[in-house]
């Protein structure tokens, strides 16, 4: 059949109201069956297993301290992001330096590198002789509860400033112009009007901080101090990942972490527009002074700091034993898939393959739903309900996730450990595409569409005309955060398959020394998987630049 | 002493490309109602901007009550500023919006509260004070906007298009209302609009801006009667522009040779013999009568279209050099002419106006931006 004609019957096909019916109910039941049912049912399914935990106090002690580490953790790290991230966010925005597009550009490399690099590089910086710590010969911060707050902090900090700098662009200086005019200097300015403005972009930052840190798993395993089962900082991955996915501590603390994780973003969603920032108390020759450019020089001296001294730096650390692994012939090693090397390729081809798989799912089963919440096809209060459902995997931590859907196919042996990885990283990565592409599609005017229509165009010429080249960039986009998203994923991978390794999970085991691997090995590795991260980034901005081009 | 003087202030964007303001000096005086009238892109917002010191001048100086501000912020220089858009905080009522000012500048509760309540009786929305922006109506807003301008006790008042937003009727009601309010305070305004009849209902002077400079400065009458350039002409009010050269000057005045040899007399004496020039007449300036008549400045044409205006008539004639003026006439006051009449039209040598035909051409200069 030729493109015309398959074209030709797709329109044919798309114009009965029963196929289109069935395209939408079969990405809805995908939903359903594949993302959002597995994990309740996974926790009901083991439930009777939760009641052993209260028969063991000390494990019990043990399990609600890592729950109160995790929560904890989350809250304090997401607080000094914001504090942190909200005066680098505003240099950038704000600034007329030529030298920004640079500090823009750099500010996402820690949010680019593949979280398995980030904990490794931290871990060279601050805990290992060959890092900062050979300054002051001794080690500075030894793995533990300090170590994984800067990894949090490190990792959460560009998507605080992303959300900030996006804001601030968006916002109508109008006002802050407005306040200075009536008396308000600067700092005032921006306190009472601007920020208070702000406040739902702030709220955001926020809970994606959280979120992040409450999930992350692969590099945190790697900095908490785990020595022989013990970890010098137990949060809730951590002790999943000590315990065992299947012991009825890791269900208790899954489902947990689910509940309380729910709950708790429910709330900020609920009660944070109505969080009122303090406005009407003023300190105008304080504030008077804080404005002044000398106050305001120090405050950007400081913001840059900290953000090349404790963001930047650390994160590219892992560079060096990369280079020193080039030319010490580890290399050689590796290229020859010697020893441990075979079974990195492996892993490797293995993460790359089934991110590519996860990233076509998505975007075929999760274009209908895009479109469902976008356009509101099942009503209004239906599409809003999809609309929030579908976030859930994204504030649940990725672990307890991951343990949760184990814990329900688990029940279906026949089913091969592959198509397990890739259900629990469609589940992981779904909410990130179907978001990007229903708001870009909420974008485009109804008008484009009735106009299409009224010309003739059948739903498919719709959709292929008009919808799809105006949401091509979002469409690539969603998909490139999937698949980084998924090769990334290690926390839902440790849960989920007993005997496959993603490269990131390989990692983890030869930093923690439960494969035997050198410092150059775990460098090289990590090297290969940053280079090749950045490659698909860039194959991708090209392959997009170029589409837009040609318009 | 000047309230607000401007002195050879140039503005520049785009790394010098675009020169928003060039080489612009003013003085506008204590407790004058003074308006910046222009197209749009003729600079009128940016002077104003420049004046609060929301941006810095490239060149020149800008002086409030004598003193230098070129390097103060525009929280210090006393100002009240009213945007186009009203800028209400949208996260405050009326009342915060209104008491923000003397809230930022640490007034005590008493006097926040006291001013508070004046000013939102002056504009007479103390019983909004509890709504929130988005429950008001443009013309509520605009009001809750100038309170809030003047709650913090500036002198100088900045309004940048205030009523550019708001339906004809508001529009109508609110100029006025607004220069009642600056002259009971005895304030000193600064009003941008590119509405002439706006500008002219309600200032005591106008600055005439276009690309960026000032054309010229008077009254409402000094501009609408004696326009010293030909866009003024046109910009205020409306004309009509007849080319022609400067056939013969004498103490009484000259004459003028139009297109097809027509002949007119006007009092202009200082152009020269030979001289291309523009003749501006306004259309209400001529008196027209059916058939041929034997007066001064006669010049004969047709009624080409008619249109009823309500207070007056509209007529536009071909005359028999095929250029066409515009004639109003009020509508009670003479009989009707018909469309193809054949009509006289004539004007008053001093009503006219004679300006040196543009270097760049007439119809450049009549471009509004």
């Known amino acids: 059949m030729s493109r015309f004609g398959l074209f030709k019957f797709l329109d044919r096909v798309s114009s009965k109201p029963a196929v289109r019916y069935v395209t939408y109910s079969i990405s809805v039941v995908f939903f359903f069956m594949l993302i959002l049912i597995p994990p309740i049912l996974g926790i ?13 106090p000390s494990l019990q002690a043990r399990a609600l301290g890592a729950i109160y580490a995790s929560f904890g953790m989350a809250l304090f790290v997401s607080l000094i992001d914001v504090v942190a991230g909200l005066p680098l966010a505003w240099f950038i925005a704000r600034g007329k330096s030529k030298w920004l597009n640079a500090l823009d550009t750099l500010v996402d490399i820690p949010f680019i590198l593949p979280t398995v690099a980030l904990g490794y590089s931290m871990l060279l910086f601050w ?3 060959q890092g900062v710590s050979s300054l002051f010969g001794t080690i500075l911060i030894s793995p533990g509860w300090l170590l994984v707050l800067l990894l949090h902090f490190v990792f959460s900090f560009p998507i605080v400033v992303r959300v900030m700098v996006g804001a601030l662009l968006d916002y109508q200086i109008v006002y802050e112009e407005a306040s200075r005019t009536l008396g308000a200097p600067p700092l005032t300015a921006d306190r009472t009007v601007t920020l208070s403005i702000l406040k739902p972009s702030l709220v955001s930052s926020f809970i994606l901080a959280f979120a992040r840190s409450l999930s992350e798993t692969g590099a945190t395993v790697m900095v908490a101090g785990i020595v022989e089962s013990k970890a010098a900082f137990e949060n809730g991955p951590v002790f999943i990942f000590l315990t065992g996915k299947n012991s009825a501590a890791a269900v208790f603390v899954s489902f947990v972490l689910i509940a309380v994780a729910s709950l708790i973003f429910a709330v900020i969603t609920v009660l944070g527009p109505r969080l009122k920032l303090p406005t009407k108390k003023v300190w105008p020759v304080f504030e008077r002074r804080l404005s002044g450019e000398g106050f305001a020089f120090s405050r950007s001296v400081v913001t840059l700091l900290l953000f090349f001294f404790v963001v930047l730096l650390p994160s590219l650390f892992v560079a060096l034993p990369t280079v020193s692994a080039i030319t010490n012939g580890t290399f050689a090693q590796a290229l020859s898939s010697a020893g441990i090397w075979q079974g990195y390729w492996q892993s490797l081809i293995l993460s790359y393959f089934v991110g590519a798989v996860v990233t076509l799912i998505n975007t075929f089963l999760g274009l209908p739903m895009a479109v469902l919440i976008a356009r509101k096809r099942v009503g209004a209060l239906t599409s809003t309900i999809l609309d929030v459902l579908i976030n859930v995997p994204l504030i649940v931590p990725s672990i307890a996730l991951g343990a949760s859907m184990s814990f329900f196919w688990s029940n279906f042996a026949f089913i091969p450990e592959t198509a397990l990885l890739v259900f629990a990283h469609i589940a992981i990565t779904y909410p990130y595409f179907v978001r990007a592409m229903s708001s870009a599609i909420e974008r485009i005017s109804m008008d484009l569409e009735e106009a299409s229509r009224i010309l003739g165009a059948k739903p498919f010429t719709l959709f292929r005309t008009i919808i799809l080249p105006l949401t091509k960039y979002s469409l690539f986009a969603g998909a490139l955060i999937v698949f980084t998203r998924s090769v990334d994923e290690t926390g839902a991978t440790l849960a989920v398959v007993s005997t496959l390794k993603t490269a990131p999970v390989l990692l983890v085991d030869w930093v923690k020394g439960t494969v035997k691997a050198t410092a150059s ?7 290969f998987l940053v280079i090749l991260s950045f490659a698909v980034l860039l194959v991708m901005r090209l392959v997009v630049r170029g589409k837009e081009r040609r318009y | 002493m000047p309230e607000v003087k401007v002195e050879n202030v140039s503005k520049k964007f785009g790394q010098g490309k675009i020169v928003a303001v ?34 810095q001048p490239d060149e020149g100086n800008i002086y409030i009550e004598g003193k230098l501000v070129n390097n103060v912020p525009p929280e210090d220089r006393g100002i009240g500023f009213v945007f186009q858009t009203y800028a209400l905080f949208p996260h405050m009522d009326v009342w915060d919006n209104v008491t923000y000012g003397p809230r930022v500048k640490a007034w005590n509760t008493q006097q926040s509260n006291k001013i508070g309540r004046e000013m939102l009786e002056m504009v007479r929305l103390y019983e909004r004070a509890k709504a929130l922006p988005h429950e008001l109506s443009g013309g509520m807003m605009q009001r809750v906007a100038v309170a809030r301008a003047l709650s913090a006790g500036a002198k100088l008042l900045l309004l940048d298009e205030p009523l550019g937003a708001l339906d004809a009727k508001i529009r109508l009601e609110l100029r006025y209302e607004i220069r009642r309010l600056v002259k009971d305070l005895e304030l000193t305004a600064i009003h941008v609009t590119h509405d002439q009849a706006e500008a002219m209902a309600i200032s005591d002077r106008i600055a005439i801006m276009r690309k960026g400079r000032v054309l010229q400065v008077g009254t409402p009458q000094e501009l609408y009667m004696n326009p010293q350039e030909i866009f003024v002409a046109n910009f205020v009010g409306e004309a009509n522009f007849l080319e022609g050269y400067v056939e013969s000057v004498n103490e009484t005045g000259a004459v003028l040779e139009l297109r097809g040899r027509l002949h007119v007399k006007v009092l202009d004496k200082n152009k020269n013999l030979g001289e291309k020039v523009v003749l501006a007449v306004r259309p209400e300036a001529f008196e027209v009568w059916k058939g041929h008549r034997k007066v001064q400045n006669a010049l ?10 309500g207070t007056n008539v509209r007529y536009e004639i071909r005359l028999e050099n095929q250029d066409l003026v515009v004639v109003t006439r009020p509508t009670l006051a003479v009989e009707w002419l018909d469309v193809g009449e054949k009509v006289t039209v004539s004007f008053p040598p001093d009503k006219s106006f004679v300006f040196t035909y543009p270097s760049k051409g007439l119809r450049e200069e009549l471009i509004a931006e």
């Open chain 1, 127 to 129: 805990s290992q002789p």
């Open chain 1, 44 to 56: 009901l399914f083991k439930w009777n297993q939760v009641g052993q935990i209260f028969e063991d």
């Open chain 2, 22 to 55: 060039d080489n612009v000096s003013l003085q506008i005086r204590d407790k004058e109602y003074f308006s910046l009238l222009g197209p749009s892109g003729c600079g009128k917002t940016t002077l104003l901007r420049l004046i609060a010191g929301l941006i």
């Open chain 2, 300 to 309: 004969s044409g047709q009624v080409e279209r008619f249109r009823f205006e």
């Open chain 1, 521 to 527: 090995d775990v460098g090289l590795g990590i090297g």
